[in-house]
């Protein structure tokens, strides 16, 4: 008998929301359109801590025009002619042209600069001392197994609509990216990337990666059976034993290299091995396979800021296929990761899967012993000019190396305090660690810059993320007076306390549709280039246009990082990639930038951010808590 999760609080009334994953998708709104005047108001706002009192009259006067205008009014109509083409075919305004614009026709490698890495929580047992360096380990592959059975469940469990929907006060959320986890691949293609994905998720096999070798591995028997851990353990090892009786002359090219290089390059290539039949085949097995599993021949140093790069990279981008949606990688001493293709999901949903699996470890299941598996199938390229394709190779490899070089990322798992804390102090955790990144950097160079924070947009049908610009007119004015020695701490709370109000207003904008990021890019993405180059396009030409989105802190809060904790790469080069957990009692996170960039310094800036924690725990405790507790004993007496 159906479950039902009833809520009353939606605003038609009482209802009933299915558990059932995707039975929901049909009463959740459409993304709306936000009004033309609204969003030119708060775009204005948002350019105050940013410009000099000239350009900002400058660039006022530009949206002025642009709003008062018939050319924004057309420009609304057609976003709204476009939302009603896309409505029809289960999509929202936003959907495709966020995926196209946003992620498939982007050209640059997307290891690191697309791609989202994670690290997880070592074993319940810790960790090994591998007895033999290069060679995989029974440890290794039994934690893999454990992986791998864990997110068949899952994948299973999705196609059974078995996952309850997640769901807020105002309602349950969307759920379509769930299916864009499992069987799901990025192809590399020429004017644009496609992306590949099937549900249900009925494949049968996995893509196995050792020493760079693919192998296609069944993990589900032929009539849908569960197999055990052990089992699918005995898969791998029949993939470790067959590479490794492989001398290295014999042993396929690194083929997987490739999904390191820009996106034409790699495009090109593909196209050319693809035009072989068998090599066809070797793509669709890779393409269609329900995730990958990268069986690393070494461990990476246990220090917090070396052990995550593996997740990321790799040893020069080798033994991985950064195209596959979701990538796990587990190292000879069972420490183990996930690298996930950003385009068909957002990292928040394959981390709830993640923590799904993870809390079980370690990992067992009902399945029968006697279920037959196909052995292990090695995939083979046929290549014709061997020459080209080394050269190719050595010519990515160089590339990669490069970027992962340039990559400067380092953690920090402040123990001190959490979100238990904060909200003794009567702070939103979230805001609260927004307002540190904002004065962080504000000390740490002495002005404000652009901010982007992701906010989820999942109560609406198809919905993925907005933009919260935390860098505020509100923000900017409190980082100006905290450490001047003249204003007194009352003035100073009362600074943060706008200013926290400021980011509150912006997040509940932008959860409900509202903000203005995704606007301005529908609007400008239905302009004509001709029209796009036109004096009527003046507001979209103004510098201060691509300044504000000039991500100097793009950030974005993956709590609570229990079990696995990550980082993405920076978006622009002279600036900085924030992601932060926050758990009750810790708050983890990782700043990335670019070595590159001489204004930079992921390290240092840590420092920086590290201080500003303690010094508002600090002040919370002094000010705010103790307040609050005299406040309460007073009532009570």
Same mark, same amino acid.
């Given at each position: 008998?159906?479950? =039902?999760?009833?809520?009353?609080?939606?605003?038609?009334?009482?209802?009933?929301?299915?558990?059932?994953?995707?039975?929901?998708?049909? /009463?959740?709104?459409? =993304?709306?359109?936000?009004?033309?005047?609204?969003?030119?108001?708060?775009?204005?706002?948002?350019? $105050?801590?940013?410009?000099?009192?000239?350009?900002?009259?400058?660039?006022?006067?530009?949206?002025?025009?642009?709003?008062?205008?018939?050319?924004?009014?057309?420009?609304?109509?057609?976003?709204?002619?476009?939302?009603?083409?896309?409505?029809?075919?289960?999509?929202?305004?936003?959907?495709?042209?966020?995926?196209?614009?946003?992620?498939?026709?982007?050209?640059?490698?997307? *290891? +690191?600069?697309?791609?989202?890495?994670?690290?997880?929580?070592?074993?319940?047992?810790?960790?090994?001392?591998?007895?033999?360096?290069?060679?995989?380990?029974?440890?290794?592959?039994?934690?893999?197994?454990?992986?791998?059975?864990?997110?068949?469940?899952?994948?299973?469990? $999705?196609?059974?609509?078995?996952?309850?929907?997640?769901?807020?006060?105002?309602?349950?959320?969307?759920?379509?990216?769930?299916?864009? /986890?499992?069987?799901?691949?990025?192809?590399?293609?020429?004017?644009?990337?496609?992306?590949?994905?099937?549900?249900?998720?009925?494949?049968?096999?996995?893509?196995?990666?050792?020493?760079?070798?693919?192998?296609?591995?069944?993990?589900?028997?032929?009539?849908?059976?569960?197999?055990?851990?052990?089992?699918?353990?005995?898969?791998?090892?029949?993939?470790?034993?067959?590479?490794?009786?492989?001398?290295?002359?014999?042993?396929?090219?690194?083929?997987?290299?490739?999904?390191?290089?820009? &996106?034409?390059?790699?495009?090109?290539?593909?196209?050319?091995?693809?035009?072989?039949?068998?090599?066809?085949?070797?793509?669709?097995?890779?393409?269609?396979?329900?995730?990958?599993?990268?069986?690393?021949?070494?461990?990476?140093?246990?220090?917090?800021?070396?052990?995550?790069?593996?997740?990321?990279?790799?040893?020069?981008?080798?033994?991985?296929?950064?195209?596959?949606?979701?990538?796990?990688? $587990?190292?000879?001493?069972?420490?183990?990761?996930?690298?996930?293709?950003?385009?068909?999901?957002?990292?928040?949903?394959? =981390?709830?899967?993640?923590?799904?699996?993870?809390?079980?470890?370690?990992?067992?299941?009902?399945?029968?012993?006697?279920?037959?598996?196909?052995?292990? &199938?090695?995939?083979?390229?046929?290549?014709?000019?061997?020459?080209?394709?080394?050269?190719?190779?050595?010519?990515?490899?160089?590339?990669?190396? &490069? *970027?992962?070089?340039?990559?400067?990322?380092?953690?920090?798992?402040?123990?001190?305090?959490?979100?238990?804390?904060?909200?003794?102090?009567? +702070?939103?955790?979230?805001?609260?660690?927004?307002?540190?990144?904002?004065?962080?950097?504000?000390?740490?160079?002495?002005?404000?810059?652009?901010?982007?924070?992701?906010?989820?947009?999942?109560?609406?049908?198809?919905?993925?993320?907005?933009?919260?610009?935390?860098?505020?007119?509100?923000?900017?004015?409190?980082?100006?007076?905290?450490?001047?020695?003249? /204003?007194?701490?009352?003035?100073?709370?009362?600074?943060?306390?706008?200013?926290?109000?400021?980011?509150?207003?912006?997040?509940?904008?932008?959860?409900?549709?509202?903000?203005?990021?995704?606007?301005?890019?529908?609007?400008?993405?239905?302009?004509?280039?001709?029209?796009?180059?036109?004096?009527?396009?003046?507001?979209?030409?103004?510098?201060?246009?691509?300044?504000?989105?000039?991500?100097?802190?793009?950030?974005?809060?993956?709590?609570?990082?229990?079990?696995?904790?990550?980082?993405?790469?920076?978006?622009?080069?002279?600036?900085?990639?924030?992601?932060?957990?926050?758990?009750?009692?810790?708050?983890?996170?990782? /700043?990335?930038?670019?070595?590159?960039?001489?204004?930079?310094?992921?390290?240092?800036? &840590?420092?920086?951010?590290?201080?500003? *924690?303690? @010094?508002?725990?600090?002040?919370? @405790?002094?000010?705010?808590?103790?307040?609050?507790?005299?406040?309460?004993?007073?009532?009570?007496?």
């Amino acid at each position: 008998m159906l479950r =039902l999760l009833c809520r009353s609080n939606r605003p038609t009334g009482h209802q009933c929301y299915s558990t059932k994953t995707f039975s929901n998708q049909k /009463v959740l709104p459409t =993304l709306p359109i936000p009004e033309l005047e609204a969003t030119g108001q708060r775009y204005k706002k948002s350019l $105050v801590p940013l410009l000099s009192a000239t350009d900002y009259q400058q660039s006022c006067a530009k949206v002025d025009q642009f709003l008062q205008g018939d050319f924004a009014k057309e420009l609304q109509a057609r976003l709204h002619r476009l939302d009603e083409q896309e409505t029809k075919k289960g999509y929202s305004w936003l959907d495709q042209l966020w995926l196209n614009k946003g992620y498939l026709e982007y050209r640059a490698p997307t *290891m +690191i600069n697309v791609n989202w890495w994670m690290q997880l929580k070592n074993h319940p047992q810790g960790l090994v001392d591998p007895p033999t360096a290069g060679t995989a380990t029974p440890f290794q592959l039994n934690r893999a197994a454990g992986f791998i059975a864990g997110l068949v469940d899952y994948s299973n469990r $999705v196609n059974r609509e078995e996952i309850v929907p997640d769901s807020s006060r105002s309602g349950p959320f969307c759920m379509h990216q769930l299916k864009g /986890v499992f069987s799901t691949t990025r192809i590399a293609a020429s004017p644009a990337d496609k992306v590949i994905s099937h549900y249900p998720a009925t494949a049968k096999h996995i893509t196995a990666i050792y020493k760079n070798q693919l192998f296609s591995v069944d993990v589900i028997g032929a009539q849908g059976e569960t197999v055990p851990v052990q089992g699918i353990e005995k898969q791998l090892r029949q993939v470790v034993d067959q590479v490794e009786s492989t001398p290295e002359h014999e042993r396929q090219l690194p083929i997987g290299l490739f999904t390191s290089e820009q &996106r034409d390059t790699w495009a090109n290539i593909r196209e050319s091995l693809e035009a072989n039949p068998a090599n066809a085949q070797v793509f669709k097995d890779i393409d269609t396979s329900l995730f990958a599993v990268c069986l690393d021949h070494y461990s990476s140093p246990q220090e917090l800021d070396k052990s995550h790069r593996n997740m990321s990279h790799g040893q020069n981008a080798y033994n991985r296929w950064f195209d596959k949606g979701v990538q796990v990688i $587990v190292e000879t001493n069972g420490s183990a990761g996930i690298n996930g293709e950003h385009s068909p999901v957002d990292a928040v949903v394959p =981390l709830q899967i993640v923590f799904d699996v993870l809390q079980k470890e370690p990992i067992q299941t009902n399945g029968s012993s006697s279920v037959k598996l196909s052995p292990p &199938r090695h995939l083979t390229w046929s290549i014709g000019n061997t020459a080209a394709i080394n050269e190719a190779l050595q010519t990515a490899e160089q590339n990669a190396k &490069r *970027m992962i070089d340039d990559l400067d990322c380092s953690f920090l798992h402040n123990k001190d305090y959490g979100s238990n804390f904060m909200k003794r102090a009567k +702070i939103s955790p979230d805001s609260w660690m927004q307002m540190v990144f904002q004065l962080a950097y504000y000390r740490h160079y002495g002005q404000s810059c652009p901010t982007y924070e992701s906010a989820s947009t999942r109560k609406f049908l198809t919905g993925r993320t907005e933009t919260v610009r935390s860098c505020t007119e509100e923000s900017a004015a409190f980082t100006k007076a905290w450490d001047d020695k003249d /204003v007194s701490m009352a003035n100073k709370l009362g600074l943060l306390g706008k200013a926290l109000e400021s980011h509150g207003e912006y997040m509940r904008a932008a959860v409900n549709g509202q903000a203005i990021d995704r606007h301005l890019f529908g609007l400008y993405y239905q302009m004509t280039p001709e029209e796009a180059q036109s004096d009527l396009a003046a507001m979209f030409q103004d510098p201060a246009y691509r300044a504000s989105q000039y991500w100097k802190l793009s950030t974005s809060n993956t709590s609570p990082g229990t079990f696995a904790y990550g980082a993405f790469g920076p978006v622009v080069t002279d600036g900085y990639g924030v992601n932060y957990a926050i758990d009750k009692d810790m708050v983890r996170l990782s /700043v990335s930038s670019c070595r590159q960039a001489a204004e930079t310094d992921s390290v240092a800036f &840590r420092k920086t951010i590290h201080g500003v *924690m303690t @010094e508002f725990a600090q002040v919370a @405790e002094h000010y705010l808590t103790q307040d609050q507790a005299t406040e309460k004993q007073s009532i009570q007496s």
